[in-house]
């Protein structure tokens, strides 16, 4: 019986050492961001409507968006609200985010992005595409920027959307 449970512990170890191997390690450094969040937001054409499909759709310049994190025990640790570029584009330094655990409170697990407003009167109502209702999860893509005295470790989520509020009935003739 001690060999089984020998067998038990070792696997369940080694285990835990591939899953912590898994992450790639995120050190918060004083006055500095070492975590940030990218990504796209659309106007979903009428023509997708009901999909995920983005084709047709257009980049929304000045489009808000938020980064809500939460820990382990389901509170919240991170929120913060980030404007979109020009080109629909947002980079979300989460400045401040801190992890209580390494693995529970990992961003991948604990961090979701959410459409909140876009500048469009067209296209201002949220769409659910990649989650966004939810809060869309974040990718590892292995993308990282080194400076000089650290390290960024840079997330991807969605791309997201908002959609239109009346989109003109199909016709089949």
Known sequence: M????L?????????LLLSLAAFPSVTIADDTAAVVVEGMVYCQSCDQFGSWSLT?????????ISVICKNHKNQVIFYKAFETDGNGY???????FKMSHNVLDHPLH???V??????LEKCNFLSNVNYGLYGSPLRYENKRLF???????????GPLAFRP?????????
């Open 2 to 5: 001690e060999a089984s449970q």
């Open 7 to 15: 067998k038990i512990f070792l696997s369940s170890f080694l285990l």
């Open 56 to 64: 047709g759709a257009e980049p929304i310049p000045a489009a808000k």
């Open 90 to 96: 947002f980079y979300a330094e989460l400045d401040g």
């Open 110 to 112: 604990s961090c979701h």
């Open 114 to 119: 959410k459409p909140v407003a876009s500048p």
């Open 147 to 157: 400076r000089k005295d650290f390290e960024v470790v840079v997330y991807s989520a």
């Open 165 to 173: 509020a009346h989109c003109p009935p199909e016709t089949h003739y």
